[in-house]
């Protein structure tokens, strides 16, 4: 089994996560990616076991969602509360930006260029403080257990919605994902994953119609604004239309594209991992625009699925052990504070 790594735009390494469970290449895999977090906060995978199949048919049924009338899909609707991440938000209604929190300034830029995009956001079916927002039974055969097992498929969905048919779909991978970066940090394998239990996570569908480049490039409207990701880790799924960009490390301000990889998972990590890290591991800002090939006209239309990973609520997040040197100072931030009282600040 080879330990394959090669660049994509020259930008984000493309490794072959398969090599991960080989013993003899498990250590340079971990290496590897931590050293992309580091580096630019982002990876790419491919053979990361969430199998083609499966993958299509999440984008073919997300497709299918958003192909429904307005109005139906207004039936599963999004809470107007910022912290109730389920349901469905309509074009406009969601403006993604960086650290801007009270009303008037988000109705402010709202008003500026609205989020050319529609959602769809769900978790664990379990959640009681987040329960899922479903359409009424029957509107789309199929979307809700789609999804459930997209998400992480609970012994006892699979005995409602499959029988013994056990995908370990997004959630394994994240786990698996979670011990190779503890690997890479020469901790023991399971020393996130032990706080990544529950899963409080959220599986987001996302799509981008149709619009004039014209007023992407006028910024009348945007797709999705440049922002870094809230949690731990994000698993990427996208279309092969592009307009993903991420900001340039060595170049703040400056935007590079990320060409889609056919079949590669994109993982980045997000403001938690990064404090977590002590700093060492970098949450990049990202933003989705105009794909680079559109030169006039309207923009094709874009689907892309994240997977947002989050830590147990009770997680105390000191910084991981030898990120910071012991002898010599402070890590950067406080050590102590859990996942909810974060969420706060
Ligand atoms: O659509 C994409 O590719 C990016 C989505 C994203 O960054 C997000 O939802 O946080
Ligand atoms: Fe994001």
Same mark, same amino acid.
């Given at each position: 089994?080879?330990?394959?790594r090669?660049?994509?735009?020259? +930008? ?9 469970f ?5 250590h340079?895999?971990?290496g590897?990616?931590? %050293? ?15 199998? #083609? ?5 999440m984008?073919?049924?997300s ?12 039936l ?10 389920? =349901? ?9 930006t %960086?650290?801007?929190?009270? @009303? ?8 500026? $260029? ?8 769900c ?25 459930l ?8 969905? @699979? &005995?409602?919605? /499959? ?5 370990? +779909?997004?959630?394994?991978?994240? +786990? ?6 503890? &690997?890479?940090?020469?901790l ?7 706080c ?8 987001r569908? &996302? ?9 992407? /490039?006028?910024?009348?409207? $945007?797709?999705?604004?440049? /922002?870094?990701?809230? =949690?731990?880790?994000t698993?990427?799924? #996208? ?16 935007f ?31 933003r989705? @625009? ?18 947002? @990973? ?8 000191d ?8 002898g010599a ?7 102590? $504070?859990?996942?909810?009282?974060? #969420?706060?600040?």
């Amino acid at each position: 089994m080879s330990l394959e790594r090669n660049c994509n735009t020259s +930008l984000i390494p493309v490794i072959d996560f398969d090599a991960f469970f080989d013993k003899s290449t498990k250590h340079a895999v971990a290496g590897e990616m931590l %050293q992309s977090f580091k580096d630019i906060g982002f990876v790419y995978l491919i053979n990361h076991g969430i199998p #083609q199949a499966k993958v299509t048919e999440m984008f073919e049924m997300s497709k299918k969602f958003f192909a429904l009338p307005l109005e139906t899909k207004n039936l599963a609707p999004h809470p107007p509360s910022g912290t109730h991440h389920r =349901g469905f938000s309509a074009q406009g209604q969601e403006k993604v930006t %960086q650290h801007v929190y009270d @009303c008037d300034s988000l109705a402010e830029q709202r008003a500026q $260029a609205p989020d050319a995009k529609e959602s769809f956001e769900c978790g664990r079916e379990e959640d009681e403080l987040m329960p899922n927002i479903w359409l009424p039974e029957g509107t789309l055969v199929g979307f809700k257990e789609t999804c459930l097992e997209f998400f992480w498929v609970s012994f006892l969905a @699979c &005995l409602v919605y /499959h029988f013994i048919r056990v995908h370990q +779909l997004c959630h394994k991978i994240e +786990l698996d994902i979670l011990r190779a970066l503890a &690997l890479g940090f020469g901790l023991d394998e399971e020393y996130f994953t032990q706080c990544h239990t529950a899963p409080d996570n959220q599986l987001r569908l &996302l799509h981008y119609p149709s619009v004039p480049l014209d007023a992407l /490039h006028q910024n009348s409207i $945007a797709r999705i604004g440049a /922002h870094s990701d809230f =949690g731990w880790i994000t698993l990427l799924l #996208q279309d092969d239309v592009g307009g993903l960009e991420i900001e340039d490390p060595n170049v703040p301000g400056a935007f590079r594209s990320v060409t889609p990889v056919s079949g590669a998972l994109l993982v980045n990590a997000g403001d938690f991992m990064m404090r977590w890290s002590n700093d060492t591991i970098k949450s990049t800002i990202h933003r989705v @625009c105009a794909p680079p090939g559109t030169t006039s006209g309207m923009t094709p239309e874009r689907y892309s699925i994240p997977y947002f @990973c989050s830590a147990d609520f009770s997680t105390v997040v000191d910084c991981i052990p030898g990120t910071w040197d012991e002898g010599a100072g402070r890590p950067n931030f406080p050590s102590a $504070a859990s996942t909810s009282e974060l #969420q706060q600040t």
